[in-house]
């Protein structure tokens, strides 16, 4: 993926989901084709394949399972995401926490598979452990902000710590990002994008929050 970039989340939220979910990733490649900013989604499972071979913007799944093809009724398999068109994954959300060996069991075999891994971090030191497994990103959300009115960037120090743990080029933060602002704020101290959710897919005028959002690049 090219960076800056921003990823948004549609977790499960009503709006978000089936036609509405397509509708909402076409508004998203139709900002980044306007703005030239770099934007990704990650809708809901059972919407991924329409999705991804509708949009020409990255496509993200909200989890997969680290199992191989065959007996593993109910798990999301990496291959079907690969087969069906899926650029990556997120893993370790906040609200789908796995442990560090399902974590480096999963980016072993999305690194076999070429898929792109955002792997989240409720704090720099869990994400330098992260990192040490790995992934493509590392995404530093406190639980605490998730979805509340108090973005990440209102705590620079996080954001420092984490540039500093593991490095520049590796690292986006997300939680309580809502504004241009908040965006380029968690540029200067050094992250390469952001997470975001609510903040869009909530939003009474998504298509007005994601420019207000790319005005922050």
Do not use: W
């Amino acid at each position: 993926m090219n960076f800056p970039i921003i990823i948004v989340n549609f977790k499960t939220y009503a709006g978000a989901v089936a036609a509405q979910a397509l509708d909402m990733a076409k508004l998203h490649a139709k900002v980044a084709k306007k703005t030239g900013v770099n934007f990704a989604v990650a809708p809901q499972l059972l919407d991924l394949r329409m999705i991804a071979s509708e949009v020409n913007i990255p496509v993200l799944a909200q989890h997969f399972d680290p199992v191989e093809q065959g007996p593993f009724t109910g798990h999301v398999s990496p291959y079907a995401l690969k087969e069906i068109g899926v650029r990556g994954a997120i893993l370790n959300h906040a609200e789908r926490s796995i442990s560090l060996e399902l974590i480096e069991k999963s980016l072993e075999m999305a690194r076999n598979l070429g898929l792109y891994s955002v792997v989240c971090a409720n704090d720099p030191y869990l994400a330098k452990a992260i990192f040490e497994l790995d992934p493509d990103l590392v995404a530093v959300e406190p639980p605490e902000l998730i979805g509340g009115d108090v973005p990440v960037t209102d705590k620079p120090q996080v954001i420092d710590d984490a540039v500093a743990m593991i490095g520049k080029g590796k690292v986006i933060v997300g939680a309580g990002i809502k504004t241009g602002k908040d965006v380029q704020i968690a540029l200067q101290h050094g992250a390469v994008g952001v997470l975001v959710s609510s903040g869009v897919v909530k939003s009474p005028d998504p298509e007005k929050a994601l420019f207000e959002l790319a005005s922050g690049l």
